[in-house]
């Protein structure tokens, strides 16, 4: 995600599909001149991290690599350490860290439903709680000089999360933990200044074509090229980027997207509000 010079994000990272179309969409969110200045922090694969790194940096940015697993124990704090040390700080976090291991429940191991519990739930939970000590801290300093600094957490969950999916149950409960997760980020986070939310897409990414194998058929479907990240990227962006106007109704949201529509739920009403990405 981009941000402004002096802001600093690190993007937990599978694969690099949202990485490069979010720094492209942030730049077209803001006057191509003034895309300087930006930093991201990213995790991905060893064959993809070098190729999301010079991209950023290409689109005008600055980027550092934190290789590793994030099931690793000590990857939220070394992750969090890295951004740390190579920009002074945290604004924004999005933890998008994942895959898909499937099986119908009566045959789903052990060793299934751990491993999507680890990447999709236990990773950002330790990465928050790595970041918190810093925001804690930031926010102090900044409540005593009489700012007001928001910084923004984005969790992508998934509507298998809230509606199941076939083959899925590892996958469907680890992303609806996500949601639980940021709602009391949200709800703990509000007086240090964090607006959490969490983005549910139905989205065509690496991991879909990975899973499915037919690379060549899902790239033909029409169906799939309606549900490309793109359409995903400006709902993330806008979350990723609210002003210092936001406050504490624009936290605890889970927002669905289903083609170029988007469904805001908030967990106290349960609500569901549509609205139309445009572009």
């Avoid at 549900?227 to 605890?252: N, Y």
Wanted: charged share 25%; glycine share 10%; with cysteine.
């Amino acid at each position: 995600i981009a941000s402004r010079e002096g802001r600093s994000d690190p993007v937990a990272k599978w694969a690099r599909d949202l990485v490069k179309r979010l720094v492209d969409a942030s730049s077209k969110f803001r006057d191509p001149n003034e895309f300087g200045g930006y930093k991201v922090e990213v995790i991905a694969d060893d064959e993809l991290l070098p190729r999301t790194v010079a991209d950023i940096v290409a689109s005008g940015g600055q980027a550092v690599a934190c290789i590793g697993s994030v099931t690793d124990t000590d990857f939220g704090d070394r992750f969090v350490k890295t951004a740390l040390d190579a920009f002074g700080g945290i604004d924004i976090i999005v933890n998008n860290a994942g895959y898909t291991w499937d099986n119908v429940l009566q045959k789903m191991s052990d060793e299934q439903w751990e491993a999507m519990l680890a990447v999709h739930l236990t990773a950002p939970f330790r990465i928050l709680r790595a970041a918190s000590g810093f925001i804690r801290e930031a926010a102090k300093r900044e409540a005593e000089a009489g700012t007001v600094k928001h910084r923004k957490v984005v969790n992508i969950s998934s509507t298998s999360g809230v509606y199941g999916n076939a083959g899925q149950a590892n996958y469907a409960a680890a992303k609806a933990g996500l949601v639980g997760l940021m709602n009391v980020l949200a709800i703990e986070g509000e007086a240090h200044g964090i607006l959490a939310n969490a983005v549910l897409p139905t989205g065509f990414s690496r991991m879909v074509t990975e899973t499915v194998g037919d690379e060549k058929f899902l790239a033909e479907s029409g169906f799939m090229r309606a549900i490309r990240p793109e359409l995903v990227v400006p709902l993330v962006t806008f979350l990723a980027e609210m002003g210092t106007g936001a406050g504490s109704d624009d936290a605890g949201m889970t927002v669905e997207v289903w083609l170029n529509r988007w469904y805001a739920r908030r967990e106290a009403s349960g609500d569901l509000e549509p609205k139309t990405l445009q572009g």
